[in-house]
C-alpha cells in the first residue's frame, strides 16, 4: 500500500491505515500461519509439565541464563501456583499457537478457568525459555 502527497509535513497515515484495513477485511486475509520449530514443540511439553507446581531448581537447564534474575524463583513459584489454583485441577493441555519460531503461546484448561501460557526462547543453542507469563482466562 502506497500512499504519495504533495504537500510537506502531510500525515497520510490514517487515510493509508483505513484503506489497508478495509482491504484486509474485504479480502478476509489472515496472518500466515508459522508452523511451530522443533524446540518450541519440546519446551512447551517441558513447561507444562513443570506449570502444576513450578517446583524447579534455579539452575534448571530449562531456563536461561538470566530467567530467575529478572524475577526471583520464589516470587514466580507463588505466583504460579496461586494462579493455577485459580484455575483449578488442570484437565488438558491445549494446542500450541506459534508467533514465530522462538515464541508461542498454549492454554492449560482448568476446572474453574483457563491459564494462557506465552513463552518466549532465546536465540541460543539450545533455546532456553527467556520469559514466561500467565494469565488466567475465565471460562464461560
Known amino acids: ?3 504519495f502527497v504533495n504537500q510537506t509535513y502531510t500525515a497520510p497515515n490514517y487515510a493509508n491505515y483505513s484503506a489497508l484495513d478495509t482491504l484486509l477485511t474485504l479480502a478476509g486475509l ?5 508452523p511451530p520449530s522443533a524446540i518450541l514443540v519440546q519446551r512447551k511439553a ?3 509439565a513443570l506449570l502444576p507446581d513450578f517446583n524447579t531448581p534455579a539452575h534448571n537447564p530449562l531456563f536461561a541464563e538470566n530467567f530467575f534474575l529478572d524475577e526471583a524463583l520464589a516470587t514466580q513459584r507463588k505466583a504460579t501456583q496461586a ?3 485459580q484455575a483449578g485441577p488442570i484437565r488438558s493441555v491445549g494446542a500450541l499457537e506459534p508467533e514465530n519460531q522462538l515464541r508461542g503461546r498454549f492454554r492449560l484448561l ?3 478457568a483457563a491459564v494462557e501460557v506465552f ?3 532465546n536465540p541460543e543453542t539450545p533455546a532456553r525459555v527467556q ?3 500467565l494469565t488466567l482466562v475465565p471460562t464461560p
Open 46 to 48: 517441558e513447561v507444562a
Open 119 to 121: 513463552f518466549t526462547l
Open 30 to 34: 489472515r496472518p500466515r500461519a508459522v
Open 131 to 133: 520469559q514466561l507469563e
Open 83 to 85: 494462579l493455577l489454583t
Open 110 to 112: 482448568g476446572e474453574r
Open 1 to 3: 500500500m502506497v500512499v
